[in-house]
């Protein structure tokens, strides 16, 4: 049987990539990262795929300018790998629609409240809790869900909740925030890499 395999797509820190990529070293986890590609070339979660020897791609409008072939580029690179899910995690892009497709449910994102509170365009990192603060709510969190053609609109996998307390700052309830990202994220994966095994287990029997 072969290892699920996992693409991560991040655009800056890669955080979440980091803590996928532990998790997938712990024994029994039952995934691997099998590519990273990042639109920003400069970026170190493309940095850290390539000092720990995971195929790093960057992939972007400088790479590639027709929006098409783009989207052409990320699916020919997620087959080459035998990618099975695709994880954004702080991925500023769209995916293209011919990657959507080909990927119709295995595409999930991380963001960083509990949708649908808190989403869609623009709503990105600290804009998020800023939002979250403005509002008033007494509670935040961190949400998985799966990606379609707009911004944080897919239906939500997995939810974790923080309190968002009386004196938070955009920085003390972002890195609340991001503490349980980096469980709930490894932990959708797991599941998934647990039920294609299953299946893939029923197809040989
Ligand atoms: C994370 O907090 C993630 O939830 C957020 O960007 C950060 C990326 O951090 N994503 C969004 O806001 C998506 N709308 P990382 O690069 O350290 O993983």
Redesign the pocket.
């Known amino acids: 049987m072969t290892t699920p395999k996992v693409a991560v797509l ?8 980091r803590a996928l990529h532990a998790a997938s070293r712990r024994p029994g986890a039952g995934f691997e990262i099998a590519l990273v590609v990042s639109n920003n070339s400069t970026s170190s ?1 493309l940095a850290f795929a390539r000092d720990h020897g995971i195929a790093a791609r960057h992939l972007s409008g400088r790479t590639h300018p027709v929006p098409e072939d783009l989207d052409e580029a990320m699916r020919t690179a997620f087959a080459e790998r035998e990618v099975g899910l695709v994880v954004t ?2 991925f500023l892009r769209k995916l293209g629609p011919r990657t959507l497709q080909d990927f119709a449910g295995r595409v999930v ?4 409240s509990l949708l649908p509170r808190h989403g869609g365009h623009g ?3 600290d804009a ?1 809790h800023r939002a979250v603060l403005a509002a008033g709510d007494q509670v935040s969190g ?1 949400s998985v869900h799966h990606v379609t053609a707009e ?2 609109e897919g239906a939500v996998i997995a939810r974790r909740e923080v309190p968002v307390l009386a004196d938070d700052t955009v920085d003390s309830l ?1 890195a609340r ?2 503490a349980v ?1 980096h469980d709930l994220l490894p932990a959708v994966v797991r599941q998934w890499a647990a039920r294609t095994a299953r299946s893939q287990g029923h197809e040989r029997s």
Do not use: C, K, R
Request: net charge negative; no cysteine.
């Open positions: 991040v655009s800056h820190a890669g955080s979440n990539l979660g995690a702080g994102n991380i963001h960083p709503m990105f990192g998020v961190a911004y944080d972002a925030v991001l990202e």
